[in-house]
């Protein structure tokens, strides 16, 4: 069985940094693909960043230039480096994986981007 957990999240000013992390249960990362969803109150789950398994990154077009995806199979921990916040930036992040046609969900951590 597939666990991640999510950590990082808080409260953080206007242009400030935050880096999530993933840590997973299993090789998942090694073998599968991932990405990091967020979700405001009030809004659809939607997809911040991707890494495929291949190395292949792709980013929402807000978050280009300011959000890093990235892996570390040696320690099956995934990341999400967030430079330049603002408060639309505000939301549940969560982190994905996918193998084998499924979907893993961690339980999500917050990121408030607030003065």
């Known amino acids: 069985q597939v666990q991640l957990v999510e950590s990082g999240g808080g409260l953080v000013q206007p242009g400030g940094s935050l880096r999530l992390s993933c840590a997973a249960s299993?090789?998942?990362?090694?073998?599968?693909?991932m990405g990091w969803y967020r979700q405001a109150p009030g809004k659809q789950r939607e997809l911040v960043a991707s890494?495929?398994?291949?190395?292949?990154?792709n980013y929402r077009y807000s978050v280009k230039g300011r959000f890093t995806i990235s892996r570390d199979t040696a320690k099956n921990t995934g990341y999400l480096q967030m430079n330049d916040l603002k408060p639309e930036d505000t939301a549940v992040y969560y982190c994905?994986?996918?193998?084998?046609?499924?979907?893993?969900w961690g339980r999500g951590t917050q990121v408030t981007v607030s003065s």
């Open positions: 994905n994986a996918y193998y084998q046609l499924t979907n893993y």
């Open positions: 299993t090789i998942i990362f090694s073998i599968g693909d």
């Open positions: 890494l495929t398994r291949d190395g292949i990154t």
